[in-house]
């Protein structure tokens, strides 16, 4: 069995997690749940194995210059799944709030898609520039770091969703209907806080790793190439969201939607700019 075919099962066993977190929503059975978390846990380890086959056909294919499976889109994006339901499993162990699965778990589905239907999946020597074990410290603390966020645009559509409800709900009663198995929004909102306190930090390294691979690459810790200032973009948004929860006390909505829009310059910072834009970072397109 090689890598492929087990990207493949991956990207089932996603698929079947994330619906049974639909189908806990739903139903409300507590079996769904369980089944669901474990389901997606059984993803995340035939994931890690498909990695782990990546890596060692790497050196089947190239030898002496067999590589970990982190330098080209594919790797990248199939990682990206990854390191989403890691973060989402340990989350989960401390909230075990299963209906947070159902707004997660697409994340990783659809980056298991993308690369399965879209992207090269060969495996080609690498570029001189990637030579250099600063790529593996580089994008393992960046992919960590996005997804946290990704984890915590997840909670905070969920608490868009919640939270016009709960305002307008007068009963002493938990609240019926599907969005009565959302945690609170209270809790809604210490997980986007939480997952942020995470991500952030886990960029920040991801941005200095960077800087010293490209000093060793190029010959200058910064160049202004487009991915690195859409990356300072990034973390001065996430920067942004922790400077007003701490001094201004924002929370709830405000933080939910500059959540969101943080992702979505997350997202553009790793596909837009490797796919639309130029730069030394090109080669991340392939």
Known sequence: MDSGTLFNVTTIAYFAAMVLFF????????????????????????????????????YQILGQDGRAPLTNLYESVV????????????????????????FVMPFALFSMLGAQMWLNAGIDPL??????NWLTYHVITCFLGYAAFAVA???SI????????????????PMAGILGLFPSCRVLDDMNYRAIMIGFPLLTLGIVTGAAWANYAWGTYWSWDPKETWSLIVWFLY???I?????????????????????????FCYMGVNLVLSGLHSYGGG
């Open 153 to 155: 645009c997840g909670v």
């Open 243 to 267: 400077h007003a929860r701490f001094t201004r006390g924002w929370a709830g909505r405000r933080t939910a939607w500059l959540s969101i829009f943080g992702f979505a310059a997350t997202i």
């Open 158 to 173: 969920m608490y868009l969703l919640k939270i016009g409800k709960e305002e307008k709900y007068q009963g002493d009663e």
């Open 79 to 102: 990682f990206f799944a990854w390191t989403i339901v890691l973060i989402y499993l340990l989350i989960d162990l401390k909230y075990k709030q299963r209906a947070v699965g159902a």
């Open 239 to 241: 920067a942004a969201f």
């Open 23 to 58: 189908a806990y929503i739903a139903s409300k059975s507590n079996t769904v749940a369980f089944v669901a978390t474990l389901t997606a846990f059984v993803g995340f380890l035939i994931n890690t194995a498909a990695l782990g086959m990546r890596w060692y056909e790497s």
């Open 127 to 132: 570029v001189p520039a990637l030579q250099s």
